[in-house]
């Protein structure tokens, strides 16, 4: 598991690019709605989006999970954590969320209210239920904390 350097997340974008397709798939499943912003963005967003990343890396050198984040000040806003299917229940989603809040002391993060997986996950971790809320009519997202 490492930092990705702005080379890095360039060269890898194609791959990260699959994999947040293959991750967000499975949450618009769980959800029963595919209306998930990173479930339809190209390369170009993906780059743009500003988020700093770190990745874990299998044995054959793919990408078996990522997580892609950005901090402001004391707060470390985790905004995307997807992990290949073929990596499911082993560690590697705790394993990046815990990196990723060894960057500041309060991480936020926020996933789809039916995503039952990822909100055992972060409660498991401490994180506490802050809100609920509807980004668009019938999507509905879970807001955590943790301090």
Do not use: C
């Not at 798939?25 to 595919?34: C, H, R, S």
């Not at 506490?128 to 997202?141: A, I, T, Y």
Request: charged share 25%.
């Amino acid at each position: 598991m490492r930092r990705l350097t702005p080379e890095e997340v360039r060269a890898h974008a194609p791959q990260l690019l699959d994999l947040q397709h293959k991750a967000y798939a499975v949450e618009a499943e769980l959800i029963g709605d595919d209306r998930i912003p990173p479930l339809h963005e190209a390369e170009s967003d993906l780059l743009s989006s500003g988020l700093e990343w770190i990745a874990s890396f299998d044995d054959d050198r793919q990408i078996a999970g990522a997580v892609g984040y950005a901090i402001d000040q004391d707060v470390v806003d985790l905004d995307r954590l997807m992990i290949s299917p073929a990596h499911h229940r082993k560690g590697l989603g705790t394993a990046l969320v815990l990196e990723v809040m060894s960057l500041a002391p309060i991480t936020v993060v926020a996933t789809g209210r039916d995503n039952t997986p990822a909100r055992a996950l972060y409660e498991s971790l401490g994180f506490v239920h802050q809100s609920d809320f509807e980004p668009v009519p019938g999507l509905w997202v879970s807001r955590y904390r943790h301090a």
